[in-house]
């Protein structure tokens, strides 16, 4: 089990510019979740996929962000026309599907700096 | 809606005293209960669940937490702090039969003095 896996890890961009950041779940687990965590704040829900499906997106995720998991394996992020506000570590999960309180595992995290 | 409040943005003990992280919750429905813990620069690592049965959950590195129904509550408890368990705590909710996303508190900074 080599855990759930970002990258990068950091990233400094200028506002304006877009930015890609890739999610790679454990390796049998079949739903992905992005969260946004701000400092001193816990981390806040953006979307979630089941395999390639994404079956749920949080109102935080304006149209300048789009996430795709196109072979229900790996996950991007991507967020267009960046704003000094999407400053702020961005943590995927993964977990498998379960009739009972399904356990998400979490990555690393990309951590945005947005000049 | 659901909600997640931990009290505390910081909670001081000595090496070798028990330490108790406060947790309560509120859902329209039935809670699963998650506790996780981040180390500087690094992701969430999961600590304990609650899902149901038993009230008294056992967790990693000899954390237990205790799902109290009445006081909507999932305090986090351990019977002897180390130095190494300085960390923050995130406590986190979702609601059984629900959407998946975790709602999370804004966290508690466990800091154990030698």
């Known amino acids: 089990d080599t855990g759930v896996s970002q990258n990068p890890r950091h990233k400094i961009t200028k506002r304006g510019q877009n930015v890609t950041f890739r999610c790679d779940p454990i390796s049998e687990h079949n739903r992905l979740y992005w969260y946004r965590q701000t400092l001193g704040q816990g981390p806040e829900f953006l979307t979630y996929f089941q395999n390639e499906a994404q079956l749920e997106k949080s109102r935080l995720l304006s149209d300048r962000f789009s996430a795709e998991r196109p072979k229900g394996s790996f996950s991007t992020l991507e967020i267009q026309r960046t704003e000094q506000g999407d400053s702020a570590m961005y943590l995927c999960a993964s977990s498998l599907n379960r009739a009972l309180g399904e356990t998400q595992y979490f990555g690393p995290g990309t951590r945005l700096l947005v000049l | ?114």
């Not at chain 2, 039935?30 to 304990?48: A, D, E, H, K």
């Open chain 2, 1 to 114: 809606a659901q909600s997640v409040a931990q009290p505390e943005d910081q909670v001081n003990v000595a090496e070798g005293n028990p330490l108790t992280v406060k947790c309560t919750y509120s859902v329209s429905g039935n809670p699963y209960l998650f506790w996780y813990v981040q180390y500087p620069n690094r992701g969430l690592q999961f600590l304990l669940k609650y899902i149901t049965g038993d009230n008294l959950v056992k967790g990693s590195y000899g954390f237990e937490a205790e799902f109290n129904k009445s006081q909507t509550s999932f305090h986090l408890k351990k019977p002897s702090a180390l130095v190494s368990d300085s960390a923050l705590y995130f406590c986190a909710v979702s609601i059984v039969g629900g959407r998946r996303a975790l709602t999370f508190g804004s966290g508690t900074r466990l800091q154990v003095q030698p």
